[in-house]
Each structure stands twice: as C-alpha cells, then as structure tokens.
T-cell receptor, first 114, second 114 residues
C-alpha cells in the first residue's frame, strides 16, 4: 500500500449504530487530519493530530470520537449520528504540523446515516 | 482570519479553450499557496503549489502565479482537455504557523466539453 488509505470506502449506518472509520498513512508523516466534505459546503477540518497527540478539535460534536494510537493510524469512532452527518470523511497526513507543508489525502469514506 | 475565495460553481469551457479560475486570499502572515484537484471517487490531491511571492506553480500545463500585491493565485491553462474535468480547490497555509492548518476555498467544478 502506498499513500493514505481509508476503510471502509462506503458505510451505511443507522442512527443508533456504532461504527469506526480507519485511516492509515504509509508516508512516514507525523501529522494526521480528519475532514468532513459535504455537498455545497467547503471542506471542514475536524481534528488534527501531531505525533499521535490531538492538537485541534474544531468544535466537533462528541458523537465523533477520534483516536490516534500511533503516527501512522487514525480512527474516527461514530455513535448516535444524525442524518446531517452523512458526508465524505477524508483523512489526510503531512510531514510536519507546520505551515507550508502540503497535505496528502486518502480517498475518503462515503458515510450515509439512515 | 485567514481565508480563500475562488470562482464558485461550475466552469464549462470547450476542449482547446483557455481557462482562468480565480483565487484570492486574505491573511496577515506569509502563506504558502496551493491548488488541489479532486476527481470523482477520490480525495483531493496536490495539483501545484507556490511557497513565496512571485513563485509560479506548474503542473500538466496549468500555472498559477503567487501575486502578493494583488493577493491572488489564479489557476490558468492555455488549452484545456476533457481529462482536466474535476473539482479544483485553492488553499493557503500560514507559513509562520505551527498549526499546519490549510484554508480551502469552496471549490470550482471544471467540466470540459469535448
């Protein structure tokens, strides 16, 4: 595997379910990010991790719970979601958590909440 | 705060037409500027970048000049191809920041007619 991978690619879940999204980066990067991409809205930064420590939580509801066990893996645990949480969830990584470094994105998980 | 405004909605040139997608930014710092491209079913990927004023980013016939005096980073191409069809995002990263945050525009859907 190369780059940033995400699983699953598609997920349908009910409002009472609990599920997790997984991201893995094979680039040796130190910073990882979760974004939400909804139709007609700009990319929304959700969480930032640097050397597996959370550095930013962008006012995300507690029904989204991130986990970063090491610099290569990032999870997003989901529970009691709402239909408006349906979106494409993108994981990204960058070499360093500093300005000027580009971010590398995974293909995303298309989430549908029913 | 930092922000990016770009041509919104769809741009519908024919193959062989020239293209300009506008991008203007606001920041009090020293940004690096990026264009990302997103194809259907994929995450955004870096298309080109410019790290400082008067730098020109280039990729696959596209160019963008980092103009500090007009705070702009317009994406240009002399002759577009059908394969260029995608969503393009302008983004900035605060070069003096330790947060590594990318500020994205809302995206421009480029659809090139054959």
């Amino acid at each position: 595997e190369t780059g940033v991978t995400q699983t699953p690619r598609h997920l349908v879940m009910g409002m009472t379910n609990k599920k997790s999204l997984k991201c893995e980066q094979h680039l040796g990067h130190n910073a990882m990010y979760w974004y939400k991409q909804s139709a007609k809205k700009p990319l929304e930064l959700m969480f930032v991790y640097n050397f597996k420590e959370q550095t930013e939580n962008n006012s995300v509801p507690s029904r989204f719970s991130p986990e970063c066990p090491n610099s290569s893996h990032l999870f997003l645990h989901l529970h009691t979601l709402q239909p408006e949480d349906s979106a494409l969830y993108l994981c990204a990584s960058s070499q360093r958590l500093a300005g000027g470094y580009e971010q590398y994105f995974g293909p995303g998980t298309r989430l549908t909440v029913t | 705060g930092d922000s990016v405004v770009q041509t919104e909605g769809q741009v519908l040139p024919s193959e062989g037409d020239s293209l300009i997608v506008n991008c203007s930014y606001e920041t009090t710092q020293y940004p690096s500027l990026f264009w990302y491209v997103q194809y259907p079913g994929e995450g955004p990927q870096l298309h080109l970048k410019a790290m400082k004023a008067n730098d020109k980013g280039r990729n696959k016939g596209f160019e963008a000049m980092y103009r500090k005096e007009t705070t702009s980073f317009h994406l240009e191409k002399d002759s577009v191809q059908e394969s260029d069809s995608a969503v393009y995002f302008c983004a900035l990263s605060d070069g003096g920041s330790t947060l590594g945050r990318l500020y994205f525009g809302r995206g421009t859907q480029l659809t090139v007619w054959p």
